[in-house]
């Protein structure tokens, strides 16, 4: 009986169904709900590596080549996201294990809240939340100034489903959208009206920068203290992608000398970020805790996704994503 390890039990309880047409499912704190399951012990996943056929996994599960190093009858790996920089992608192929994601299902919903950053910076929405709850006085027309978005530039950095999605989102907004990508995308430039510039002077003249670029080897650290140092003085800066493809040390430090009117952050190098983190002193910078996908129908999206890659790959058949 093939054997299928899920590490969180998050899943709609029709795609366990799903997932047992092919194989016996076992869930990781099977009952518990997920936001209680923080983080899967790493043992728990060598154990799953060691006794499963197939393995379920999400962002924050770390399946690296110590735990690839346990796996037997393991033949592939599933995760439920997109991205899959948790995964030591080259040792599973080296070891003859396919390794799915779940694109585009997950992209309006990311690019939504990319949005809902954006607006809770310029607007200052959540210093104004905190400024009522903590019973603060204010004058109602001096109070927390912020900046308008139409007409303003927005340079983003990747221009994949995501970019695309956000720049779109930019456009209905009337700002005026400068992107920067590893290739080039002449149809999309046409398509939408937007204009590729090289990355220094796109930070260089940005009203806000929207990180939403994948995380490999070469993005590691992109935006570097010798990047932030170009950014147009008095920006605002937004991350949905990965953390690491940021400097957090460079981030705080062009918080702190004023290059950068306020930040916005939706995934940190380290995850969960540590309590009380240097970037949590800044009343001008949100933070939100990995929710780009975090919508009831995007995650049930991306889980049916999950287990169709699952289903088709027991069934001999290709899976709808396979990294290549
Ligand atoms: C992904 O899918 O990679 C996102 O970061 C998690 O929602």
Known sequence: MVCIFVSRDTFPEVLYRKLSEVGLVKAYNFGKPAWLTVGIPKEELKRAAAECDAMVV?????????????????????????????????????????????????????????????????????????????????????????????????????LGNLGTAIAKRLLAFGAEVVYWSRTRKPQVEFALGIKYLPLDELLATSDFVIVSIALTPETRHLMSWEKFSKMKRGAYFINVARGAVVDTEALVRALREGILAGAALDVYEEEPLPHAHELTKFPNVVL?????????????????????????????????????
Not at 296 to 323: D, S
């Open 58 to 158: 999400f962002v924050g599960d770390i399946v690296d080549s110590e735990v690839l190093s346990h796996a037997k009858n393991l033949k592939i790996i599933s995760t439920v996201s997109v991205g899959y920089d948790h995964i030591d992608v080259a040792e599973a192929k080296r070891r003859g294990i396919v390794v799915t994601n779940t694109p585009e299902v997950l992209v309006d919903a990311t690019a939504d809240l990319a949005i809902g950053l954006l607006l809770a910076l310029a607007r200052r929405i959540v210093e104004g939340d905190r400024l009522i709850r903590e019973g603060r006085a204010y004058d109602v027309w001096g109070a927390l100034m912020g900046s308008d978005i139409k007409g303003k530039r927005a340079g983003i950095v990747g």
């Open 288 to 324: 939100t805790p990995h929710i780009g996908s975090a919508a009831v129908e995007t995650r049930a999206k991306m889980a049916e996704v999950a287990a169709e890659n699952v289903v088709r790959f027991f069934r001999g058949q290709r899976p709808l994503y396979v990294v290549e």
